[in-house]
């Protein structure tokens, strides 16, 4: 290992590797919280529900992204290769 | 009636007794009597039952009590546990792949081993092995305590807590200390799979019963319309809240210590994949379903509050078939032990492997630590059924401190990913993470403090002090760094995608 790598991080440098960080870095936490769950969470409030495939819109929308994360991360496993036996 | 429920109570637990038992026994008899055999299963536990291992291990009963309970009185800021369980597969494989990696090539077998060989300092991995003893034998006790509370709670008194976490405990203990992590990996497969199966079975059923996805949240309208969204008719789910689980259960609940176990005893990197592969869609789809089961049980039996609303199943099932809501509600809690026998396995790991091991090289031989490691797990349990005498809310706060081996996860994630983390940084990491925790805690600052989790807080300004520390210190030897990083590098991190990192 080169010696200037030694103050970089190990992560994936491919384009969808870095995507892959970020999206579980960040936009995973943007999209599971305060400002953006935030406006589905008032869409159901005060009795006036917005619905969405049969069910309350935030309800739908965390599901959503939960389906997102889950598809997300069984392409990342696809496409990370490793052999039959590490030993 | 009151008879044969208490019939059918002792008639689940001695099956399932008798059972663990017998795996226990059987996993004994191929036994090596090495360490690496008793708390490692020798590195030889496959995918599928590395997932169910993993997936026991975090579940248990409290899919079926606490979960119900959870969504029954909060309604949807307990979905929460569907937006945490939806990064796992992610961080397991990123931190998990890495350990089983190192765990591998140099023979580590905890955390401590990990972070000391690292860092090059012996005394590092000593301050690690005794957070981890000091955060997670407490813990134990209190589980002991909790599933002494749940066989009390089904045999309607009958059973004390005491005596229910004799007996459970108990036979917990015989079967960890015969087969060591063989045993539990196999008795979690089996309660790994007894709950999916009935957690998705519930699920449908109340969807069935209920006439579909529209018309229970219709009726859950009507009944209670705060059950919609955050913070929950009880105002419990704030913002902060909200966020606060979803970090400590998150990122920091991949280097739990039950976890860090599981990487190391997977027979192969392709075996761990497939089980985060598994683990990354089936712990949050079972959220989604066990959400249905608790907003049907809150529409046919209403009026639970507090622990009560964690008996749903059981109030539900005495209406109809009592018989069956005893069955599956002791069955949960037997299976409970699945949480149990994991940490009772890696408390004493810690304190064979990181104390004595440690503390005292040399003065004991491989098969001598296996037996003083046997030796643990019935001064553990012993230790653990004392403490059921305690408090509650001391329980309570131990269970937050638990959390407390997250400030781990800093010094963890730089020797696998940031070449540049260094031994004093780790340092000072861990003691400021602690003590932000101790000052919080101690200082009467309740739970959440602005909002926020305690433990965050220390977590969180411990990885910022990790971070800047490291820049103004002496990171390992080259050699240390190409062994770990060049290694990961190769074998690792530039396997994804294809794409060669290292040329």
Redesign the interface.
Known sequence: ?K?S??????????P??VA?VVF?CLI??LL???PV??FF??M??D?D?V?LL???I??TY??G??VL??I???I??A????????? | MMMSKLTMVFLVVGVYLVIVSIIGIKSNRGATGTTSDYFLADRKVGAVVSFFTLTASFYSAYLLMGAVGGYYTHGFGMNIAIVYCTGYGFWYWVIGGPIHLLGKKFGHSTPADLIGHYYESPGLGGLTAILLIVFSVPYLSMQYSAIGAAFNMITDGVVSTQVGAIILGGVCCFYVFLGGFKSVAWTDFFQGAFFMVIAWALGFYFLFQTGGVRNMFDALIEADPALLSIPGPNGFYTWGVWFSFAALYTAFASIRPDTFQRAYACESLKSWKKACFHTSWALPLTYVITMFTAFGLRLYVPGLEGTQSEQALLAFFNTRNPLLGVFILTAAMAASMSTIDSLLLVCSQYLTEDGIKRFMPGKFNDKQLTRIGQLFTVVLTLIAILCTYREIDFMIVVMALFYGFACLFWPILGAILWPRGTKVASYACIITSTAIIAFLKLAGFGTYVYDIHFILWGVVSGGVVYFVVSLFTQPPSDQMIDEYHGYLRKEFWSKFNKKKLVK
């Open positions: 290992m010696k790598d030694n103050r970089k991080t190990s992560l994936p440098k491919t969808f590797g892959t579980f995973w936490w599971n919280n305060k769950m935030q969470d008032n159901v409030k009795g529900v619905w049969g069910m309350p935030n309800f965390i599901i992204v939960a994360s889950i997300w991360t069984i990342m496993l496409k990370w290769e490793v052999g039959d036996d590490d030993e």
